[in-house]
């Protein structure tokens, strides 16, 4: 059943889709101009500026002081050179298993059919002949390394353009709070349209140079495409893994001997960790991100338009509507660059006070402006009415069903965001009452985080399981792979948002270190505990989504609402009709499933532990051995922590990404298609309330030591000040959280979407081929 046709024709969406991501990237150049502007070479001359000499306000905050540039200058490029050096040395590895990976899926996939080169009847209608199986083999490989090297560059770019900014933002904080955020967000700005814009633009071509050899057989084409989100998504799971182990090592150890040992300010330059510190917050929370969102929406497109290829888009090739997904993501780019505006060119930031409202409007204006968008695309790009599979059946769905499908995963990720900022905000009672625990020591501290964490699970996993009951009921699985889509359709504005947060953090860095004054610190800690926040957000409301986009919290969001699209994609193309968990094969998958997401933290918690007990030791042996350390009269041995951080997280990092990657294909080949359903809802609905509840505890224990240092209120200056008995059990709970908050949550959205998108790619194999021990005993 087919309603009137859409407005856009195909050649219009072939026009619109290519030319909104090259207007992203075009805007991000823009940004990325901008801020380059911000000179980090001393320059000599008048300081005439707007027609006026402004040169007496410059003396007072030290701009013209060339040696605090030069200063800046030579630790910016201390950072950028060791998180470059890292990546390189962890994306030698990545290859070394990305190559490894893409055979096996060539080899698995092509000996479902054993190689054979003859067309095949088709899995949902066996009346038409389809491509072989061996063109998905091959295909799904080659989409398999596209979005693989997609992903890398993603992490990549948003590391360097993250390095180039932070001093930038500490000269610009000189000038004022103002010219500093904007700054930094510009810079936050340039990764996240570089990457939304890249993301749509690759697998739209993708698509296009599939289809030249699909023809007609779109079934087998977009089964294809889902190898380009396991490429995205199993290169993030490095990253973040890789990336988080490395930053809390060093982090932990900074932390630890500098400020609760040695009683020293953080970011202090006689701190031997503070420049590994410094390149973790690149190689972890901006590359490690970066991948992670870019493997979001390349998981969650996929899913999207797996679905479907075997709906009425598919069956009558309706080419504008099957690019509904890539049409929301184009709308989301134009949308992101207006409310980009609001922040850097509408509205003047003049004090501190209104940093942390301005992150915090990105995300309404973006939701408000993006609902419009999203009934545009919905009234001009669909037919009235159409039909989507539904486990065997194809289910009659109106356009402003799936309209409101859409919007509810956009509107349920902001009503997540709000209550995340309550629970990890130092501005409300529940962070405030943990930094008040600190009073009688750090176990009273560690108490309250947990319960606060425990207790932030609550309202979003109503706003998950309503969104998803709403979106499932209108139009089935489509229904909640587009709700995804919904809040990753910000995905611009949110990546902003998260890489604002490690560049502010960088910026208050080398102010440290340069020797700035007290007043420019004071502005880069205000920047920094706006981002923390919204940051914090974002983890969850990436849960949402998940509503995928802030911190992690972007990514958090996302994982719930993929996996699960990924997972009725997974269950329909093996053949399982129902999934009943009263059957053994089933429950025992559950019971495994939901234990994984405890063990992958074990792992990577237990990782930043040891790597971690490695540099407290060397920060301990330069303070104990080098003379004059503490007096500054001797500069530390920066270099040996580098290294240290580098090697345990690249040893750390394989362990539990062979965990995710080898546990789908151990359990499809041995135990079968439906164990795997199994492990995959467990899996699911454990690593859900496991990651939200690390992230805003994390979250909440760092904002807690903040309000302590901060000293803002007359209750915080009663637990104060810095080096106080309070702030060292609050810098304990800070650094307990360390790993929780920045590797364990953030990782384990990937857990969720990883393996399921994993079982997606080699459904074929194990409904050819799989449960071997069932088909034994």
């Excluded at 490095?238 to 609760?260: H, N």
């Excluded at 929301?328 to 509205?347: E, H, K, P, Q, R």
């Excluded at 208050?508 to 205000?526: K, N, V």
């Amino acid at each position: 059943m087919m309603g009137s046709s859409a407005l856009l024709s195909d050649l219009g969406t072939e026009i619109v889709i290519p030319i909104c991501a090259v207007i992203g990237i075009v805007f991000s150049l823009v940004q990325w101009y901008l801020v380059s502007l911000v000179k980090l070479s001393p320059e000599h001359g008048d300081n005439k500026k707007n027609g006026y000499n402004d040169s007496l306000i410059e003396e007072e905050e030290g701009i013209n002081d060339q040696n605090v540039v030069v200063k800046c200058a030579e630790i910016q490029n201390a950072i950028s050179e060791g998180a470059t050096s890292f990546l390189f040395t962890e994306y030698q590895y990545v290859g070394i298993f990305m190559v490894a990976f893409a055979v096996l899926i060539f080899l698995f996939l092509g000996s479902v059919e054993g190689f054979s080169t003859q067309s095949q009847p088709c899995t949902y209608n066996k009346e038409k002949m389809c491509k072989p199986a061996l063109a998905t083999a091959i295909f799904s490989t080659i989409s398999f390394l596209l979005g693989a090297v997609t992903s890398v560059v993603s992490g990549f770019l948003g590391m360097k353009i993250a390095t180039y900014a932070n001093a930038r933002t500490t000269l610009e904080a000189r000038k004022g709070v103002g010219k500093a955020f904007i700054t930094a967000f510009r810079s936050g700005a340039v990764m996240g349209f570089l990457l939304a814009a890249n993301g749509l633009l690759v697998l739209y071509i993708t698509i296009n140079l599939f289809k030249l050899y699909y023809g007609d057989d779109w079934e087998g084409l977009f089964e294809a495409i889902t190898g380009y989100g396991l490429g995205g998504s199993s290169m993030a799971l490095f990253g973040r893994v890789g990336g988080g182990i490395y930053t809390k090592a060093a982090d932990v150890g900074a932390d630890l001997v500098g400020k609760v040992e040695r009683n020293i300010p953080e970011d202090d330059p006689r701190n031997p960790a503070v420049i590994a510190d410094n390149v973790g917050d690149n190689v972890g929370d901006i590359a490690g991100m970066g991948s992670d969102l870019f493997g979001s929406y390349a998981e969650s497109s996929c899913a999207a338009l797996v679905v479907a290829s075997i709906s009425s888009f598919g069956i009558n090739h309706d080419f504008t509507a099957m690019c509904y997904p890539l049409l929301i993501s184009s709308m989301g780019i134009l949308v992101c660059l207006i409310t980009t505006l609001f922040a850097t060119d509408f509205f003047e930031i003049k004090a501190v006070k209104e940093i942390e409202p301005a992150l915090k409007n990105q995300l309404i204006i973006s939701t408000a402006l993006m609902t419009v968008g999203i009934a545009i695309v919905t009234w001009t790009c669909l037919p009235s009415s159409f039909t989507i599979f539904n486990f065997g059946t194809q289910k009659v769905v109106k356009n402003w069903q799936l309209f409101l499908c859409v919007a509810i995963g956009l509107w349920a990720g902001l009503i997540i965001g709000f209550v995340t900022e309550y629970y990890t905000s130092n501005a409300y009672s529940p962070v405030q009452d943990v930094a008040d625990s600190c009073r009688t020591g750090a176990a009273t501290n560690v108490i309250f985080g947990l319960a606060l964490g425990y207790k932030s699970v609550i309202i979003p996993i109503f706003a998950i399981a309503i969104a998803i009951f709403v979106s499932f009921s209108f139009a089935a699985m489509y229904g909640i792979a587009v709700a995804a889509l919904g809040m990753l359709s910000t995905i611009a504005t949110g990546l902003a948002i998260d890489a604002y947060g490690p560049i502010s953090d960088n910026a208050g860095g080398i102010a440290e270190m340069a020797g700035m004054s007290h007043r420019i610190r004071e502005r880069t800690d205000a920047l920094d505990a706006a981002g923390n926040t919204t940051a914090a957000i974002g983890k969850v409301c990436a849960f949402y989504l998940l509503c995928f986009a802030f911190l992690s919290g972007f990514a958090i969001g996302s994982a719930a609402l993929v996996s699960l699209a990924l997972f009725g994609a997974f269950v329909s193309r093996a053949a399982i009709s129902t999934v009943d968990v009263l059957t053994p094969e089933v429950f025992i998958g559950l019971m495994v499933g939901a234990m994984l997401p405890y063990w992958f933290s074990a792992m990577t918690m237990k990782s930043v532990g040891s790597a971690a007990l490695k540099m407290v030791e060397e920060v301990r042996r330069q303070f104990n051995t080098i003379p004059g350390l503490m007096e500054g009269l001797a500069k530390p041995d920066y270099a040996t922590c580098v290294k240290i951080s580098t090697d345990a997280s690249i040893k750390e990092m394989i362990p539990p990404g062979a965990l995710v990657m080898l546990t789908p294909l151990i359990v499809g080949i041995f135990f079968g298609v439906e164990t795997l359903s199994g492990v995959l809802a467990g899996a699911l609905v454990s690593g859900v309330q496991i990651a939200i509840s690390a992230s805003n505890t994390g979250g909440a224990w760092d904002n807690a030591k903040k309000y302590i240092e901060a000293g803002a209120s007359e209750h915080a200056r009663t637990l104060g000040p810095k080096g106080s008995e309070p702030h060292k059990a609050a810098v304990i709970g800070d650094t307990i959280g360390d790993p929780l908050k920045d590797t364990s949550g953030p990782s384990l959205n990937i857990l969720i979407k990883l393996m399921a998108v994993e079982s997606l790619v080699f459904a074929p194999f194990f409904a050819t081929h799989g449960g071997i021990l069932f088909k034994i005993f």
